[in-house]
C-alpha cells in the first residue's frame, strides 16, 4: 500500500484544517488505518484510527471532541478534520495502514506509513 498524505499548513489557534491520506496498491477496505503525529523533540504519538469498514472510531484522549477522523471507501482516502486547534497540536502528521479489521493505537501494529504533512497552529 502507498499512502500519500497532505492537506497540512499554517492555522491559527482556533482554526482547522482537514487533512487527507489517499491510499493506492492493494484493496483499500481491507485495512485499518491511523493518524499519527510527531512534534519536534518529541516521540510520535497516535491521534486517531478507524475500522476497514468506518464502524470503530478511536481517539486520543488530546484530541477526542476537536479531530474527527473518516474514511471513503470509494475514494481509496482516509481523512482527519481537525477543529479548534492548538498550538500543542503542531506536527508532522502521518497516516498509517495495516492489514486486518480491528485498529490499532500502536504505531508497531502499522505496516505502511504515508510521507507526512505539517501542521502548523500559531497562537
Known amino acids: 500500500v502507498q499512502l500519500q498524505a497532505f492537506g497540512g499548513g499554517l492555522v491559527q489557534a482556533g482554526g482547522f484544517l482537514r487533512l487527507s491520506c489517499a491510499a493506492s496498491?492493494?484493496?483499500?477496505?481491507?485495512?485499518?488505518m491511523g493518524w499519527f503525529r510527531q512534534a519536534p523533540g518529541k516521540e510520535r504519538e497516535f491521534v486517531a484510527a478507524i475500522t476497514w469498514n468506518g464502524d470503530i472510531l478511536y481517539y486520543a484522549d488530546s484530541v477526542k471532541g476537536r479531530f474527527t477522523i473518516s474514511r471513503d471507501n470509494a475514494k481509496n482516502t482516509v481523512y482527519l478534520q481537525m477543529n479548534s486547534l492548538k498550538p500543542e497540536d503542531t506536527a508532522v502528521y502521518y497516516c498509517?495502514?495495516?492489514?486486518?479489521?480491528?485498529?490499532?493505537?500502536?504505531?508497531?501494529?502499522?505496516?505502511?506509513w504515508g510521507q507526512g504533512t505539517l501542521v502548523t497552529v500559531s497562537s
Open positions: 498509517a495502514a495495516r492489514s486486518g479489521a480491528y485498529y490499532s493505537t500502536k504505531g508497531n501494529d502499522y505496516v505502511y
Open positions: 496498491g492493494r484493496a483499500f477496505s481491507g485495512i485499518s
